[in-house]
């Protein structure tokens, strides 16, 4: 074994000699940095989405007659105003807050109007003595109790109409009593 380590001493010699010449020139170069990983592809910003509003029918144009226009005043000091379109005939803006939706009037059964949100978020329902604003994607109502100055009108016009009719057979009873107390006398014992 002695001759095989003879025979690469000098090899071997070689080796450590070359190893420390490098390591002072190793150590004075900086290491290199790692390469950052690859950043994933940024995907597109998605195409805006074109909505064309369709025209309207002449079913859509009665309802929009019967909307109430005007700033409506909601529970908790909330107000929504409904307007008609100035882009789109027979089509209804209503604005909340910070929204704001394009709607389409739509005639129920029942008599009262529903506005429809074109994009599908909103609806809003109106009856004569109040309005009411649902999102329907989160099945949550936004506000209610919510009174345009016509609906007010309407409801002021049947609390009168109601006090009438309350006040109609009492008034026959009086008048009745007092056009047979005259023809009459009292006698008292």
């Given at each position: 074994?002695?001759?095989?380590f003879l025979r690469?001493?000098?090899?071997?010699?070689?080796?450590?000699v070359?190893?420390f010449?490098?390591?002072?020139?190793?150590?004075a170069e900086?290491?290199?940095p790692?390469k950052?990983?690859?950043k994933?592809?940024?995907k597109?910003?998605?195409?805006?989405?074109v909505?064309?509003?369709?025209?309207a029918?002449?079913?859509?144009?009665?309802a929009?007659?019967?909307v109430y226009y005007?700033?409506?005043?909601c529970?908790f000091q909330q107000?929504?105003?409904?307007?008609q379109?100035a882009?789109?005939p027979?089509y209804?803006?209503v604005k909340f807050?910070?929204?704001?939706?394009?709607?389409?009037?739509?005639l129920?059964s029942?008599?009262?109007i529903?506005?429809?949100d074109?994009?599908?978020e909103?609806l809003?329902?109106q009856?004569?003595?109040k309005?009411?604003?649902?999102n329907v994607?989160?099945?949550?109502r936004l506000?209610d109790?919510c009174?345009?100055p016509?609906q007010?009108?309407?409801?002021?016009?049947?609390?009168?109409a109601?006090a009438?009719?309350e006040?109609?057979?009492?008034?026959?009873?009086?008048?009745?009593?007092t056009a047979a107390g005259?023809?009459?006398?009292?006698?008292?014992k």
């Amino acid at each position: 074994m002695s001759s095989i380590f003879l025979r690469c001493a000098p090899a071997i010699a070689a080796l450590v000699v070359s190893a420390f010449a490098l390591a002072p020139a190793l150590a004075a170069e900086p290491a290199k940095p790692a390469k950052p990983a690859a950043k994933p592809a940024r995907k597109a910003a998605p195409a805006p989405v074109v909505f064309a509003v369709p025209d309207a029918q002449p079913d859509q144009v009665k309802a929009a007659e019967l909307v109430y226009y005007g700033p409506y005043d909601c529970e908790f000091q909330q107000n929504v105003s409904v307007t008609q379109s100035a882009k789109h005939p027979a089509y209804v803006d209503v604005k909340f807050g910070s929204g704001n939706w394009l709607m389409k009037p739509v005639l129920s059964s029942t008599g009262a109007i529903r506005l429809e949100d074109v994009r599908g978020e909103m609806l809003m329902v109106q009856i004569s003595t109040k309005s009411m604003l649902l999102n329907v994607k989160t099945a949550k109502r936004l506000v209610d109790e919510c009174i345009s100055p016509r609906q007010r009108e309407l409801v002021a016009e049947a609390k009168a109409a109601k006090a009438a009719a309350e006040a109609a057979p009492v008034k026959a009873i009086v008048e009745a009593g007092t056009a047979a107390g005259t023809g009459t006398t009292s006698t008292m014992k």
